[in-house]
């Protein structure tokens, strides 16, 4: 599970299923503090938590305004109602002599725009057409492939 940085001490500390005595004292009053003292602290919170399962914690977090998130595996990661699928995240894109494949789009959207997803490029398609944008001219480029470093 992943807390937000305040989980401890934000504006509901005071209702925080991870607050106790001990995390109460002032060596885990600061951001900084905490990382000072981080093994310490994981113990405490550990222990606290370990008396409930996620999704009570998760929960009692909820409530009180506590970022937080529950940690899953790439199947999860999938399945989940915010993410990609659920949100028409994916697009078919074709790959050199294969199949077309599910792919992801870029995580930001940007108003009016459609992002590119062209076909992966074959090993080596855009070499000669950047070597030439770098300056490279024909003869160097052919004296590369003749080395064998193309």
Do not use: C
Request: net charge neutral; charged share 20%; hydrophobic share 40%.
């Amino acid at each position: 599970m992943g807390l937000g940085a305040d989980a401890l001490h934000g504006g509901s500390r005071h209702r925080s299923p991870a607050r106790t005595p001990a995390t109460a004292q002032p060596r885990f009053v600061t951001g900084f503090a905490r990382v000072a003292h981080r093994a310490e602290l994981n113990a405490i919170v550990t222990e606290r938590f370990a008396a409930s399962d996620s999704t009570k914690v998760r929960s009692a977090l909820d409530e009180i305004g506590i970022a937080n998130a529950g940690l899953n595996d790439v199947e999860g990661f999938l399945a989940h109602h915010s993410v990609p699928a659920a949100r028409g995240r994916w697009r078919d894109m074709p790959i050199p002599r294969g199949p077309q494949v599910p792919a992801l789009l870029p995580p930001t959207d940007l108003a009016g725009l459609v992002p590119r997803k062209d076909a992966v490029p074959a090993v080596g398609e855009h070499t000669e057409p950047t070597l030439t944008e770098l300056g490279y001219g024909p003869a160097e480029i052919e004296a590369l492939r003749a080395e064998g470093a193309l």
